[in-house]
């Protein structure tokens, strides 16, 4: 630490003095510094490097199949289309084959809907008020319906029956909030329609089809048995706003098929079709193809890109710019030239076996005289129709071999990793050296100071004695006159 008054007593600028000696002492420490900053700059580096590699790496890999999946099925893509969209709509999943069908939809896919009596059923509604007014237990139970009218047979599924308690003397409103109250899975659903003819009960099943028709007894005037020809206060009646389930009906290429639901998955191999309206007597077109380039093109475009950005960096953190006499922060590095050196025989990867279709550039992906990568796409499409699986045999081989080629670099024991460990521990050893030369230098300048201090008692010491000695001489006899 600085003292401002050193120098004070003699008059000399010993505090100047001890700052030019300070700054020759340091000049270790500065050396020091300078080397540190510049490790942590190639650290800064290499974790760039690092992270464009990684990032190529994660693309390569984009390359390879799946547990359980071949290069083949990677790349390809179905696509299903309805020629009249609002006869139905289609999509695929796994499994689709590319073919051409003939779609009739004959009847679409309907929930059950009971509805009670309206004022003009007049003995229907004096069975429903005697029925409220004496209450019970309402059964609700869902089942499935078969045969064919009048010899309808209805089977309970025991597991989704509604048992419902209703008061003696309740309303209607009471009965909806009944059911929906016990419905909480929403199995069926109650509702009021207050119409011309007066207020009606509407008891909604929540799935289409046949195998979700309602039956409801145990309570007058709230009675429905599906069974048969159907009977019960309750109607499933069109005309009084109830509706019948029903199956969804249909064609493809002639061949008859149900559904209980208007989405239809199973029937084709891999689609899914969602029907919207009949068109009986006018089939519509349904077309699943194959695609098998667009999957393949934007994988090997986003190869592409990440090998670009990966070069440039790598071209950059290299480069010494005569103009500017400044280098690239691994201008010379080893561990970046190496890198270099190993992206670009990845390249060179060749598939193996039969096929015409050996390394990238035979499939339309060319080194240009920059050091990147473009992809031409006319080539790859021609390459695909000529040979599908030998392309992705060899897109998944080249993806192989920059994952697995690039693990060495990126990777925990890679090349990289290991630079950036050993210059972080050089870190560590500068700053082991630096702590050292501090404490020199606290007692180098502590030194200076106890010197300097008694240089300048000293010097005003004898200043003091010079000053005493001309003045007494000044008084003697005669000092005066010369």
């Known amino acids: 630490m600085a003292v401002s008054s050193l120098g004070i007593g003699s008059g000399l600028d010993l505090n100047g003095l001890l700052t030019n000696l300070m700054q020759a002492e340091q000049q270790p420490l500065l050396a020091l510094q300078k080397k540190e900053a510049s490790f942590q700059a190639r650290i800064s580096a290499l974790g760039s490097l690092k992270g464009a590699l990684s990032s190529l790496q994660t693309s390569a890999q984009g390359f390879i199949p799946s547990t359980g999946q071949t290069a083949a099925n990677k790349y390809a893509a179905f696509k299903a289309s309805v020629a009249d969209t609002s006869i139905a709509t289609a999509s695929v999943s796994t499994g689709a084959v590319a073919g051409n069908y003939s779609l009739e939809v004959s009847a679409l896919a309907q929930s059950h809907r009971l509805t009670s009596p309206d004022n003009t059923d007049i003995a229907g509604k004096a069975a429903l008020t005697a029925g409220l007014a004496a209450g019970g237990t309402l059964k609700i139970e869902l089942g499935a319906l078969t045969g064919t009218s009048p010899a309808l047979a209805f089977t309970a599924d025991g597991a989704r029956e509604l048992n419902v308690t209703v008061a003696a003397g309740a309303t209607l409103e009471n009965v909806r909030d009944a059911i929906n109250a016990a419905a909480t899975d929403g199995r069926v659903s109650a509702t009021?329609?207050?119409?011309?003819?007066?207020?009606?009960?509407?008891l909604s099943s929540n799935k289409t089809g046949t195998a979700n028709v309602m039956k409801l007894s145990g309570v007058g005037g709230l009675d429905f048995d599906p069974a048969g020809a159907g009977s019960g206060t309750l109607s499933q009646a069109a005309a009084n706003g109830g509706q019948s389930a029903a199956d969804a009906a249909f064609?493809?290429?002639?061949?008859?098929?149900?559904?209980?639901?208007?989405?239809?998955?199973?029937?084709?191999?891999?689609?899914?079709?969602?029907?919207?309206?009949?068109?009986?007597?006018?089939?519509?077109?349904?077309?699943?193809?194959?695609?098998?380039?667009?999957?393949?093109t934007t994988t090997i475009n986003s190869f592409v890109k990440a090998y670009n950005d990966a070069t440039k960096l790598m071209k950059d953190l290299g480069l010494y710019d005569a103009t500017t006499k400044k280098a690239g922060a691994l201008q010379g590095d080893s561990a970046l030239r190496g890198a270099q050196g190993q992206v670009r025989s990845f390249?060179?990867?060749?598939?193996?076996?039969?096929?015409?279709?050996?390394?990238?550039?035979d499939i339309g992906v060319s080194l240009e005289k920059d050091g990147t990568l473009?992809?031409?796409?006319?080539?790859?499409?021609?390459?695909?129709?000529?040979?599908?699986?030998?392309?992705?045999?060899?897109?998944?081989?080249?993806?192989?071999?920059?994952?697995?080629?690039?693990?060495?670099?990126?990777?925990?024991?890679?090349?990289?990793t290991a630079a950036t460990d050993s210059a972080n521990r050089l870190i560590k050893d500068l700053g082991k050296r630096q702590s050292a030369l501090l404490d020199r230098l606290a007692q180098v300048e502590s030194r200076y100071r106890k010197q300097f201090s008694a240089l300048d008692s000293l010097v005003a010491n004898m200043n003091k004695t010079s000053n005493y000695l001309t003045q007494q001489l000044a008084n003697l006899p005669g000092a005066s006159s010369n």
């Open 192 to 202: 009021i329609v207050n119409g011309t003819n007066g207020q009606q009960l509407v």
């Open 251 to 296: 064609k493809l290429n002639g061949i008859a098929a149900t559904s209980s639901s208007n989405t239809v998955s199973g029937v084709l191999d891999g689609v899914t079709l969602s029907l919207l309206k009949t068109n009986v007597g006018t089939p519509t077109n349904l077309t699943v193809t194959k695609d098998s380039t667009t999957a393949l």
């Open 347 to 361: 390249l060179q990867t060749a598939a193996g076996g039969t096929s015409a279709y050996q390394t990238l550039s």
């Open 374 to 416: 473009k992809l031409d796409s006319t080539k790859l499409s021609k390459a695909v129709e000529a040979d599908y699986a030998g392309v992705t045999n060899l897109v998944s081989t080249v993806g192989t071999a920059f994952k697995n080629g690039l693990e060495g670099l990126v990777g925990t024991s890679g090349n990289i």
